[in-house]
């Protein structure tokens, strides 16, 4: 069972970046899930999937993995892509989609 090391982007409901510099510890599923005839929810057998582990820091969560002997694959986050705007550009002559409205 290898677990997983990563830090989480932002969700689309965050403007911050407050709960996004954590690092999760999570487990790769070892079966399939499959949909519970009855009531349609999703079926799986494998009970590590359910724990998740947060650390503040990217070595916490490594140390913690080698401490109890877990095969660990650790995915660095990707840099957010800024793309720098002014309100004025809204308005400017030789803005590259016409105005609308």
Excluded: C
């Excluded at 009855?38 to 401490?67: H, I, P």
């Amino acid at each position: 069972m290898i677990a997983r090391i990563f830090s989480p982007a932002k969700t689309a409901m965050q403007s911050g970046k407050a709960r996004a510099r954590d690092w999760v510890l999570e487990f790769a599923p070892a079966s399939a899930r499959m949909p519970d005839p009855l009531m349609g929810w999703t079926l799986t057998d494998d009970t590590s999937a359910q724990v998740r582990l947060t650390f503040e820091t990217r070595e916490d969560a490594v140390a913690y993995a080698q401490k109890h002997g877990l095969a660990f694959r650790v995915t660095e986050p990707k840099a957010p892509k800024r793309i720098l705007k002014a309100y004025a550009d809204n308005f400017s002559a030789d803005r590259k989609q016409p105005w609308t409205h």
